[in-house]
Nanobody, 117 residues
Framework: QVQLVESGGGLVQPGGSLRLSCLASGSIGSFVAMGWYRQAPGKQRELVANIMSGGSTNYADSVKGRFTISKDNAKNTVYLQMDNLRPEDTAVYYC???????????WGQGAQVTVSS
């Protein structure tokens, strides 16, 4: 089992910044991908950004140039730095990992990010 615990969500004004953190614990072993999804009210969950085991990263077009994903292997933590936030970034952000063992998927409990003046 793998546990993912997110932190860092909150309320921020348009143009502001937030950093989300996700601490992974348990039987992680090696991973295929780790990253962030988000789900806004009435919308489907979508990929925001992820980082692959080889270090390459992927971003949704809507966040390119504003969000940066990074990983601290020593701390088993992945971060999402979100700059120049917009109201349309408002959503619950979920940490996600795919581990190599059986390609199991795990999700965090979610962190609310609200961008509003």
């Amino acid at each position: 089992q793998v546990q993912l615990v997110e932190s860092g969500g909150g309320l921020v004004q348009p143009g502001g910044s937030l950093r989300l953190s996700c601490l992974a614990s348990g039987s992680i072993g090696s991973f295929v991908a780790m990253g962030w999804y988000r789900q806004a009210p009435g919308k489907q969950r979508e990929l925001v950004a992820n980082i692959m085991s080889g270090g390459s990263t992927n971003y949704a077009d809507s966040v390119k140039g504003r969000f940066t994903i990074s990983k601290d292997n020593a701390k088993n933590t992945v971060y999402l730095q979100m700059d120049n936030l917009r109201p349309e970034d408002t959503a619950v952000y979920y940490c996600h990992i795919v581990v190599t063992f059986r390609l199991n998927h795990y999700w965090g409990q979610g962190a609310q990010v609200t961008v509003s003046s």
